[in-house]
């Protein structure tokens, strides 16, 4: 399968208060660059599933869902705990980097938090600015009262014409190989009789009812409407709702055979029924032509927010999508994130996007996620700078970085521009249509 293969090199821990750079990084690397400003892409952190357990979910399954601490969507009180020890390790991290002081209150204009404006985006931005800035009485910035859609965080389609979704339908083909969009499912027979195990599917109220009783690989249907998100029909979407609620469960619920329901999973099986949702994602999200169509708002706001002098730090609130196609907008490489069951967008996970002065005065951008482990999450290991959170590099396909694994800001910004431009560059037909 041509799903992404995601291999990234390991981002080291970061080292002491006093020098606070990256052990991948030289010993000098503190006295040659000032970071400036700090811009960040964040997924909210652990919610309950979207859908409680009198839906279609409750019905693949004889057994339970863990009882979740939050409604249907929300963040959970978990995630709360879990986001405000992320914000806690930034303000020692910015501490370290010299960019504020402890128990800082920036300034107006300097720090801008703005969520989508759905609770778990709102909550998480709100949790994480709690920890990073404990007395600075942070508002959160979003558009609309809760639970509405954001078109800046929304991956909705706001362009479409017929060559379009040829295209589109040409690149998401693409990763199943030879065989096309159906080999998107013929590939993930692991995947599927791994979930269809812990769920004990063949026990299910649907397999009683509708005779379900194994996940097909020969019936994805995708579906591209304006205004609307990419979306799909069949049996993918059905496992990803499934496997969206095991990674939640394995992550609240102490014991592991209990997260499994019964089953003593391994942390293989573990990663195969969590990338049936990194193949979703990369299905909806990534194919190019689709990236550059959903992303384009969020890369406005990022390339904007990237060039104000004045900024310090912006933390942008999103979801696993919003992450996924700005990151195959702007044309990464492929990556995979170890020590995680989730290797493309973990929960909580962050794109951070750091800018550096050197001592010549020319301007640097050092790109990386930026994310809680599965055994953070599971634990709510205390994150300090000797206790980091995982951190790997992204690398941008075609730039070269320098010996310090920084790029020239003015190529990132080239590179956000070519992106944006992107989007009036689709391809069109009679039968164009934009978003008002």
Known sequence: MKIKSMAFALCASMIALSSSVYASRPADFGNKYQLEEMVVLSRHNIRSPLSGNGSALGNVTPHKWFNWTSGPSELSLRGGQL?????????????????MTENYIPAEGEMRFYANSMQRTIATAQYFSSGMLPVANVTIEHKFAPS???????????????????????????????????????????????????????????????????FRDDDLQIILEINKEPAMKGSLKLANSASDAFILQYYEEKDPVKAGFGHKLTQKEWELIASIKDIYGDVLFTAPSVAVNVAHPL??????????????????????????????????EEYSLPNSIEKKTPIGSKLVLEKFKAKDGKEYVGLSIVYQSTSQLRDRTALTLDTPPECFPIKLKGLKANSDGLYLLEDVQNRFKKAIDAYDDLPKDQEVKKAA
Do not use: W
């Open 148 to 214: 509405k859609m954001d078109p800046v965080f929304n991956p909705q389609l706001t362009f479409i014409s017929n060559e379009f979704m040829y295209q589109a339908m040409k690149e998401i083909g693409h990763m199943g190989g030879d065989a096309g969009l159906q080999g998107i499912g013929k590939n993930m027979s692991a995947q599927y009789r791994t979930i269809e195990k812990a769920l004990d599917l063949k026990d299910s109220p649907v397999a009683k009812t509708d005779g379900l009783t194994k």
């Open 83 to 99: 986001e405000t020890m992320m914000g806690q390790y930034f303000c020692k991290r910015l501490v370290a980097e010299g960019l």
């Open 299 to 332: 890369l406005k706001v990022m390339s904007e927010e990237l060039g104000l002098n004045n900024r310090k730090f912006t933390f942008l609130c999103g979801h696993d999508s919003n992450i996924a196609s700005v990151l195959a907008a702007l044309e990464v």
